[in-house]
């Protein structure tokens, strides 16, 4: 249930039957800009997971602006994850937007 402020989560990885072949050659120039972000947010990302191990090996702790860092690379990859590989039409921000991920375990039928 909603309170009305924010919108009721939705499943990310759904399947939709119709295409759109316009938006299949547009999907090329995304997939090279959406790569160069991914690239460059990862490889940024690596160094903040390299300095959070020698942090967590020195002090005992984790540094939450570091792990807010890492967090916000993979939502971002698992955000554009349905648009590139062509599960649906729904076109991404190019730049990384706030989102969140929530894991579900369904019950076996």
Known sequence: MT???NPAPTQ???YVHDASRLELLIRIVYWILIGIVVWIYGIIAFICLFIQWFHI????????????FAKGYLEY???????VYIINDRRPSILPVTVRIFE??????
């Not at 090996?57 to 807010?68: C, K, Q, T």
């Not at 990859?77 to 648009?83: D, G």
């Open 57 to 68: 090996l020195i002090l005992a702790r984790r540094h939450e602006g570091l792990s807010n």
């Open 104 to 109: 579900e375990e369904l019950q076996a039928p």
């Open 3 to 5: 309170d009305g402020t």
């Open 12 to 14: 990310l990885f759904t």
């Open 77 to 83: 990859l698992v955000h554009v994850m349905n648009y």
